[in-house]
Every structure is written in C-alpha cells, then in structure tokens.
C-alpha cells in the first residue's frame, strides 16, 4: 500500500510502522515485535508503554545513513500489536500486588496463599514466554532477522529461546546496569531481575558478557565468580581505565575478544547513563554513553561476530526516552545489515 508512496526524504506517511517505512513483516529483513510487559517490575512502572513511544518517536527520525546508503530499502517491520497480553498484565499485576503484600506479613513464609499466587504469576509470564517465542520462531523460520521491543527486561526470554532451537552455540553480549542473576527474585520465576539467570540455563546459550554493570546483590556477584563463563565488565572498572588513560577502543577490544561467533545483543536502557533513558524502571548513575554503545556493536560485527537477535528492554513511557530507543534502533538495524 505504501511502497509506491514511500519518499525518504519527505515526512512519514506510514504512522503504524515504525520509522514510518512502507515494508510488512513479510518484507523486511528485520521484524521488532513489541512486547508491552512489566508485571514483575520492582521500580518505577511505565516500560509496558514503551513499544508505543518508540513507535511514535521513531516517525521523526531522519532514515539517512551517510555510511549505508539507501538502509531503509532493506525493510523493518513492527510485528503485530499483542493486545492480549495487555489484559494479561492487569490479571498478573493483580496477583503480584497481593502476593507482595502476603510476603510483607511476617516474611511470607506461612501463608499458603503466597504460592497460588506465585503459581498463578509465573503461569502468566509463561504465557507470554510462549507468545514471544511462537512469534520469533515464525519469523525466524521465514529467515528474518528478529528483535523484540520491552516491556521489562524478562520480555526477552521468549527470543532469546527461540534462537536456542536454531543455533548451538550462543554467545550473550549484555549492555546493563543490572547483572539480573538473581534466581527467581522475590520468588517470581521470570523476575525481570532474573533473565540472565535464566537465559544461562539454556543449554545452548555457552557464554555471558556483561558491560555496565554497576548494581548487583552479594548473590549474583559470587555467582559471577563462581562461573568462568560469565564475563562482567563492571562499570567502575570501565570508567577507572578511561580516566587512567585507556582508551575505549582497548576496552572494547577486550571485550569483543571475549565473545563467540554468534552473537545475542540484549541492551536494556538502564545500562546507558540516565540522561538518555531517565524513564527507565530502575536508573542508575553511571553507565555508557549513546556512541560508546553503538561503537562496542560495531565492533562485534566488524571483527566478524554474527548478531543472531537482539532486545531494547526498559525504555521509560516518555517521548524523550522513546527517542532514544528509536535511534538506538536504526542504527543497530544499520550494523546488523
């Protein structure tokens, strides 16, 4: 409907995809399936609304690529809208309310009650594993390259399952504040802050690179020390080294040194420095600059790297922060084309 229209230089005309281009999922290299779930978010809530305002901004952004003329022509594609799952989270967000409330009462730990809530929780985000994953199978079968767009950090792990049962050999390069290794915090299975906890049970998923650390419990920190697959370069020691005089290019150099050959990007927002996503669940001060992300990415696919799939998790609900994430969007298209 839209390709004969299409005019890169002119004002979008496409509002219901993003960046405004003309292509359907069938078209595209790359489909992003927006995935508006937050139910086990412990901050501030609002990256439910993400999907929406990444969609929203990105029709202001300039589809221009000095470096990679004619990018657009490539195609990305929204996937379809999951309007269930938004009914889904009103019954969860139900049910955690009530289950934090029960934990709050003498620890929790003699009320029934708690685990059919708990049941109940883990049913619903289960719910959503499958959706994201039946999703991004069929994308992936059609050879589509294939991101999903959060929702909270844990909307991720339905992909990230899903690229399991194609690829043996999985290599996980993380860009977060957060370790997320917790093993089912609050007692939630899919707790946001248990998603690298869970995608490392994955038996294909070989190795787990971390870049921005610079908030994590005692637990995670010990379970980092305790497995030589998992590498953490922890935000203190990055920013340390550059004040020291290391240059960034060093440091990503060691990095990527570090990865295997095919390559799942997972970038929540918490791990660029607050001014970019300030609406973020959880901000922390600190964290990677715009370029330095997008640099650190470069890097990995010009060193030979394959990105097999990739997740922008918990934008806030704000235009600012909608922006952001839009950018960071195209431009990771761009990298990965």
């Known amino acids: 409907m839209y390709m004969n229209l299409f005019d890169p230089n002119s004002a979008s005309i496409n509002p219901n995809n993003l960046f405004g281009l003309p292509?359907?999922?069938?078209?595209?290299?790359?489909?992003?399936?927006?995935?508006?779930?937050?139910?086990?978010?412990?901050?501030?809530?609002?990256?439910?609304?993400?999907?929406?305002?990444?969609?929203?901004?990105?029709?202001?952004?300039?589809?221009?690529?000095?470096?990679?003329?004619?990018?657009?022509?490539?195609?990305?594609?929204?996937?379809?809208?999951?309007?269930?799952?938004?009914?889904?989270?009103?019954?969860?967000?139900?049910?955690?309310?009530?289950?934090?409330?029960?934990?709050?009462?003498?620890?929790?730990?003699?009320?029934?009650?708690?685990?059919?809530?708990?049941?109940?929780?883990?049913?619903?985000?289960?719910?959503?594993?499958?959706?994201?994953?039946?999703?991004?199978?069929?994308?992936?079968?059609?050879?589509?390259?294939?991101?999903?767009?959060?929702?909270?950090?844990?909307t991720c792990y339905g992909l990230v399952h899903a690229l399991a049962e194609k690829y043996d050999n999985i290599s996980v390069l993380q860009i977060d504040a957060h370790a997320d290794l917790r093993a089912a915090y609050e007692g939630l299975t899919y707790s946001h802050a248990s998603i690298m906890y869970n995608i490392m049970n994955l038996p294909q998923v070989k190795s787990l690179t971390a870049v921005g650390v610079r908030d994590l419990c005692e637990e995670e920190y010990d379970y980092i020390e305790s497995h030589p697959e998992i590498t953490c370069h922890y935000d203190q020691e990055i920013q340390d080294n550059i004040c020291s005089g290391t240059s960034w290019k060093s440091i990503v150099d060691t990095i990527v040194e570090g990865l295997g050959d095919h390559v799942y990007l997972s970038l929540d927002a918490d791990g660029l420095t607050p001014a970019l996503c300030p609406n973020t669940g959880t901000p922390v001060p600190g964290g990677l600059d715009y370029e330095q992300v997008l640099y650190l990415i470069k890097a990995t696919t010009v060193a030979g790297k394959k990105i097999i799939g990739f997740d922008i998790s918990e934008c806030g609900n704000d235009a600012w922060d909608g922006n952001v994430a839009a950018r960071l969007l195209w431009r990771i298209f761009g990298l990965i084309s």
Request: aromatic share 6%; proline share 4%; charged share 25%.
């Open 23 to 154: 292509h359907t999922a069938e078209e595209a290299m790359l489909v992003v399936i927006p995935v508006p779930w937050e139910a086990t978010a412990t901050g501030r809530t609002g990256t439910a609304n993400a999907p929406k305002q990444v969609l929203m901004a990105s029709q202001q952004v300039d589809i221009f690529d000095r470096n990679r003329r004619k990018l657009w022509e490539k195609g990305l594609s929204f996937d379809e809208f999951p309007t269930q799952l938004i009914t889904l989270q009103v019954e969860a967000m139900k049910c955690i309310k009530n289950y934090r409330l029960l934990a709050m009462q003498d620890g929790g730990q003699a009320n029934p009650q708690m685990a059919v809530l708990k049941k109940a929780i883990d049913e619903c985000c289960e719910q959503v594993n499958y959706w994201v994953k039946r999703r991004a199978k069929n994308w992936l079968d059609a050879g589509k390259a294939v991101a999903t767009l959060g929702g909270d950090h844990s």
